[in-house]
């Protein structure tokens, strides 16, 4: 009995042995494909601020437009996942509670705000640089 089950433990630590090896082998197969793909993704980063850059004539006011835009589009699901968050807290916590009912309310509101804001300062930035800048 005691040999086979100092059989069994032997035959485990082989196997993860090899499970390790293998694994460490796809890791460094998958790291080759990540950086290449970070590399791609920062020269088309770099290429789209010269767009920026060209476009505004200016380097402060590319980056500016740059970082605006970014903002612009990656608000859009965070504000999304916020209102749904105050929705919960409105309309299933506040059912019992008032305070929960006023909270999800101001966060509602909160996020709404944030997300007219991060819309509309792109719009207002690029008009106010292009078009009154000259």
Do not use: H
Request: hydrophobic content about 50%; proline content about 1%.
């Amino acid at each position: 009995m005691k040999k086979l089950a100092i059989s069994i433990i032997i035959l485990i630590i082989l196997l993860s042995i090899f499970g390790t090896v293998i694994a460490v082998e796809e890791i460094d197969t998958t790291n080759t494909n990540t950086a290449s793909e970070l590399i791609e993704i920062k020269e088309e980063t770099k290429t789209e601020m010269d767009d920026y850059i060209r476009k505004y004539g200016s380097e402060s006011y590319g980056t500016a437009a740059f970082i605006l835009n970014k903002v612009r589009i990656y608000s859009i699901p965070l504000c999304f996942v916020g209102i749904a968050i105050g929705a919960l807290y409105q309309y299933v916590l506040g059912t019992r509670r008032l305070d929960m009912k006023q909270r999800g309310f101001a966060l509602i509101v909160a996020f709404i705000t944030i997300l007219v804001i991060c819309q509309v300062l792109p719009l207002i930035f690029a008009i106010v640089v292009r078009g009154w800048r000259g």
